[in-house]
């Protein structure tokens, strides 16, 4: 279960920076249209504001999954997710200096822009990320499926042998996981070895992949978190 939500974390870490830059922008904006000035980090309330900004925001990201199926929500499923994001961190901005009995000495035309600003800044950031992301899918995908095969050090030579002999013209071996040790940069049998297991799912998240062949059964643990997350992700799952 850790691993799995560790990849989780990895595989939206570009989406999570950018998501921050763009609060910390929609702030700097805001203080600069109240007070006239960028100099948001001289205030002392203001530069505490930005940090819980970003604290708040990655107690959102971990508690509400806000990047689940972010490659494949059209426009208006993507607004109502960046809406409801941005509407939790100022909540939750607002709770935690309540709690921790800060003084509220913040403009509220500050934090109703921050709010508007986020949304909108937030919404436009995730819509080019995704924009370069999928082109960049596109780019890698040709007419054939592309197949990518999830094994360990030992099985990968017979298993890739045995699968480039049966392949339909199709399909194309795109690259090999191993699993069980880092094995990046290497080949096998004229294939690349594009991931190991610590970076498997950010590597599907970001390269066109149509289809998986494993021989995991799934009673490796590391294994059938990797394959859940390709079903997750609609890649097709051949275990053999």
């Known amino acids: 279960m850790y691993a799995k939500e560790k990849n989780g974390w990895l595989k939206h870490f570009d989406f999570i920076i950018l998501d921050i830059i763009g609060m910390q922008l929609s702030l700097y904006i805001a203080y600069l249209f109240r007070y006239g000035s960028f100099h948001v980090l001289n205030s002392y309330y203001y530069r505490r504001m930005a940090l819980t900004l970003v604290v708040v925001q990655l107690i959102v990201v971990f508690f509400c999954e806000s990047y689940e199926g972010i490659l494949k929500r059209g426009y208006f499923p993507e607004f109502k997710q960046t809406l409801r994001f941005v509407s939790y961190v100022l909540i939750g901005f607002v709770i935690f200096n309540y709690l921790a009995k800060y003084e509220m000495d913040y403009s509220r035309l500050v934090i109703v822009m921050v709010w508007e600003l986020g949304v ?19 780019d890698s995908r040709n007419a054939k499926q592309s197949l990518l095969i999830l094994t360990d050090s030992k099985s990968a030579r017979e298993l890739v042998q045995n699968i480039a002999g049966n392949l339909f013209d199709r399909r194309v071996i795109h690259g090999i996981i191993i699993l069980d040790c880092d094995m990046t940069r290497t080949s ?6 594009v991931a190991s297991g610590e970076n498997a799912v950010q590597y599907l998240c970001q390269n066109w992949v149509d289809e998986v062949i494993t021989t995991y059964k799934g009673e490796e643990d590391s294994a059938e978190s990797v394959l859940m997350d390709c079903e997750d992700m609609g890649i097709t799952v051949h275990r053999i």
């Open 188 to 193: 096998i049998q004229g294939v690349p070895v």
């Open 120 to 138: 909108l800044f937030c919404y436009g950031i995730r819509y080019l990320r995704k924009k370069r992301i999928q082109r960049n899918m596109a």
